[in-house]
């Protein structure tokens, strides 16, 4: 866990390229804990239960809702997420942050984010590439990161769809993911 | 990241109003774990049958539930308590710690479909600490 704070410190204090790729070589553990997905270069195949069942997943979703309660669960759940919202104000205990309107707002953004996803599911790669640049070099988001967000927001739709979300479709969620956390981490240099 | 008396106090609460479905928990959690990261299936290569439905995942999943309610009643000390557990996994069963935080992460997808109210954020931090430190007590015997 240490070495992802010292590479917090690594890519804010503008440490130079050989460093940081020697960060992402010795983090490759996190890399592997992502289902299904590898992390290399090959185009991503969906099977036709695939798509349906993210796209089932993605019809139940009331962004404002639960893009507040993922966000919030995730600034809650791994509370060193909260140095990326300086200035959201209160973010003091639980209920502050299930409160915070900010929080609501900026989740929202994150669900409108997923949906363009969605939308290019043959190409998430490319769809991304400004919002990876974005949270990379302007944000300074550690990529590790997502993967916590991303199972907040596992756990909410867990919540809500209950029985229904089933170990097939959390294997086609989660797949759906793990592309995107991995689009978004392309242009982490 | 140590578990505070609050922690403690959560997850002992949670594990009281979850204690009667213990066992289907368990179950649901290994089969999620099989069907989402299928390189699990490689410890168990003798089982014909992964699927929800199967008693050896039946089986399987009351015994690790099992322990884990066990390990809810030995937080104080964890390394102390998980001990032969540790020197099991180690030795013999060799399971790479990795998978520790992969069945812990479908515990919890678990417990959010089975009891959604109960499992607040609050309770959610508690109990994936919890999982964290009785994760690094079984594979504290390893090397």
Not at chain 1, 61 to 67: K, M, P, R
Not at chain 1, 131 to 137: G, K, N, P, V
Not at chain 2, 44 to 53: A, E, M, R, V
Request: proline share 3%; aromatic share 10%; hydrophobic share 45%.
């Amino acid at each position: 866990m240490n070495s992802v704070y010292r590479s917090t410190a690594a890519f804010s204090s503008g440490l130079n390229r050989s460093a940081r790729y020697t960060w992402a070589a010795t983090n490759q553990s996190y890399l592997n804990i992502c289902p299904a997905v590898k992390p290399q270069d090959t185009m991503v195949q969906w099977t036709a239960d695939e798509r349906a069942a993210i796209q089932g997943v993605f019809a139940t979703l009331d962004y404002e809702s639960v893009g507040r309660e993922s966000l919030a669960r995730c600034l809650v759940v791994y509370p060193w997420t909260q140095r990326y919202f300086g200035g959201f104000g209160n973010l003091y205990n639980a209920e502050a942050i299930m409160a915070n309107p900010k929080v609501a707002a900026h989740g929202t953004v994150v669900l409108q984010g997923l949906e363009k996803a969605l939308k290019n599911m043959d190409d998430i790669k490319n769809t991304y590439t400004t919002l990876s640049e974005l949270h990379s070099e302007k944000l300074l988001v550690d990529p590790g990161n997502f993967q916590l967000l991303a199972d907040c927001l596992t756990m909410v739709i867990a919540k809500r769809m209950r029985t229904e979300f089933t170990p097939d479709i959390q294997a086609a969620w989660q797949k759906f993911l793990s592309v995107v956390i991995s689009a978004l981490r392309r242009q982490y240099h | 990241m140590s578990l505070t008396a609050k922690d403690k106090a959560f997850v002992k609460a949670f594990w009281g109003k979850i204690s009667s479905k213990a066992d289907a928990i368990g179950q649901e959690s290994l089969a999620r774990m099989l069907v989402v990261y299928p390189q699990t299936k490689i410890y168990f290569p003798d089982w014909t049958d992964y699927s929800l439905g199967s008693p050896q995942v039946k089986k399987h999943g009351k015994t690790v539930m099992t322990a884990i309610t066990d390990a809810v009643g030995k937080m104080d000390d964890l390394i102390g308590g998980m001990s032969a557990l540790s020197d099991i996994h180690a030795t013999k069963f060799r399971i790479d710690p990795v998978n520790f935080k992969i069945l812990s992460h479908n515990i919890l997808v678990t417990l959010a479909v089975n009891f959604p109210a109960d499992f607040t954020a609050e309770v959610h931090v508690a109990v994936d600490k919890f999982l964290a430190a009785l994760s690094a007590a079984l594979a504290d015997k390893y090397r």
